[in-house]
């Protein structure tokens, strides 16, 4: 069992910033891709970023530049830095463990069955 927590959504203008966070045990990093995922009303659960085992990151191509997911290895903290946000990206964002490669994760992206997943935090952008 992997007990994820998120926090750090909030309420940003269009061009602003938010860094969520999700807090995992240690051993979650070295056992699983550890990804963030976000959901909209009414549409279908997508990958943000994902990062592998090893450390690599690796981004949905239309995140690229903007986001940046990063890991705090003293505190066991997984952030997911977001910049020039826009109204379209409001949306519930989760932190998931999840036994795929990260370029599997961000190409095919992951059904909720696999895996564990945090309860998310909400991310609203004003226009």
């Known amino acids: 069992q992997v007990r994820l927590v998120e926090s750090g959504g909030g309420s940003v203008q269009a061009g602003g910033s938010l860094r969520p966070s999700c807090e995992a045990p240690?051993?979650?990093?070295?056992?699983?891709?550890m990804a963030w995922f976000r959901q909209a009303p009414g549409k279908e659960r997508e990958v943000a970023a994902a990062l592998d085992k090893d450390g690599s990151a690796r981004y949905a191509d239309s995140r690229k530049g903007r986001f940046t997911i990063s890991k705090d290895s003293d505190k066991n903290i997984l952030y997911l830095q977001m910049n020039s946000l826009k109204p379209g990206e409001t949306a519930m964002y989760y932190c998931?463990?999840?036994?795929?490669?990260?370029?599997?994760?961000?190409?095919?992206?992951?059904?909720?069955?696999?895996?564990?997943w945090g309860q998310g935090t909400q991310v609203t952008v004003s226009s």
């Open positions: 998931a463990a999840v036994p795929f490669d990260g370029d599997l994760v961000v190409t095919a992206g992951v059904s909720e069955a696999f895996g564990y």
């Open positions: 240690g051993y979650a990093y070295s056992t699983y891709t």
